[in-house]
């Protein structure tokens, strides 16, 4: 099995930027993306990036394209999040998740595994 451990959330003013990290271990050879999720209070949990582990290709949301970044250290076994330019919109759990989502990053039913979420607030 996966385990993932996601970090850096935090306390921002609108504007400023902030960079989350999610560490994998375990049988991690069968996941061949890694994405991050994010679910504000009384919403759906939505997608918001990801990146495929091998080749680095990349996926955003509408919503954080030319705001956010996702990379990975294969060396390390951990996975980035660069958030820029924060909003108060911005404001929600991120959770971290890893599988093979093959066919469609976007999904949450194409991972398997997922991390224990990160707060991150934005003031206005």
């Known amino acids: 099995q996966v385990q993932l451990v996601d970090s850096g959330g935090g306390l921002v003013q609108a504007g400023g930027s902030l960079r989350l990290s999610c560490a994998a271990s375990?049988?991690?050879?069968?996941?061949?993306?890694m994405g991050w999720f994010r679910q504000a209070p009384g919403k759906e949990r939505e997608f918001v990036a990801a990146?495929?582990?091998?080749?680095?290709?990349?996926y955003y949301a509408d919503p954080v394209k030319g705001r956010f970044t996702i990379s990975r250290d294969n060396a390390k076994n951990t996975g980035y999040l660069q958030m820029n330019s924060l909003k108060p919109e911005d404001t929600a759990v991120y959770y971290c998740?890893?599988?093979?989502?093959?066919?469609?990053?976007?999904?949450?039913?194409?991972?398997?595994?997922w991390g224990q979420g990160t707060q991150v607030t934005v003031s206005s």
């Open positions: 375990g049988r991690t050879f069968s996941s061949n993306t």
């Open positions: 998740a890893a599988g093979r989502a093959s066919l469609r990053p976007s999904e949450r039913y194409e991972y398997d595994y």
């Open positions: 990146i495929r582990w091998i080749t680095g290709n990349t």
